[in-house]
Nanobody
Framework: QVQLVESGGGLVQVGDSLRLSCAAS????????MGWFRQTPGKEREFVAH????????YYGDSGKGRFTISRDNAKNTVYLQMNSLKPGDTAEYYC???????????????????WGRGTQVTVSS
């Protein structure tokens, strides 16, 4: 069983930066592709970023391109999301998720990810 715990959210001002962390436990972390998603009330979950198990492949949704960077430290069983130049539209609950083999992976599709954290709230104030 894989458990994911997000941290690092908070209340920031427009233009600020935040780094979210997602600590994983259970199983072999380096075997899992990891993703970040976000959601606001009444809207569907939105893909933000994805990273392969080795960290060699990274993908971004439209919301994350150019301002967000996903990374991982397999020695620490942790994946990160560095968010820069934050905007009010980035306000959301942010979730990390793990794709565990042999589940088929379709990058950015929430059904591809087996395990989810409980989320961390990011609020960007203008």
């Amino acid at each position: 069983q894989v458990q994911l715990v997000e941290s690092g959210g908070g209340l920031v001002q427009v233009g600020d930066s935040l780094r979210l962390s997602c600590a994983a436990s259970g199983g072999s972390f380096r075997d899992y592709a990891m993703g970040w998603f976000r959601q606001t009330p009444g809207k569907e979950r939105e893909f933000v970023a994805h990273i392969s198990g080795s960290g060699g492949n990274r993908y971004y949704g439209d919301s994350g391109k150019g301002r967000f960077t996903i990374s991982r430290d397999n020695a620490k069983n942790t994946v990160y999301l560095q968010m820069n130049s934050l905007k009010p539209g980035d306000t959301a609950e942010y979730y990390c998720a793990a794709n565990v083999p042999p589940r088929t992976l379709v990058v950015g599709r929430s059904y591809s990810y087996d395990y989810w954290g409980r989320g961390t709230q990011v609020t960007v104030s203008s």
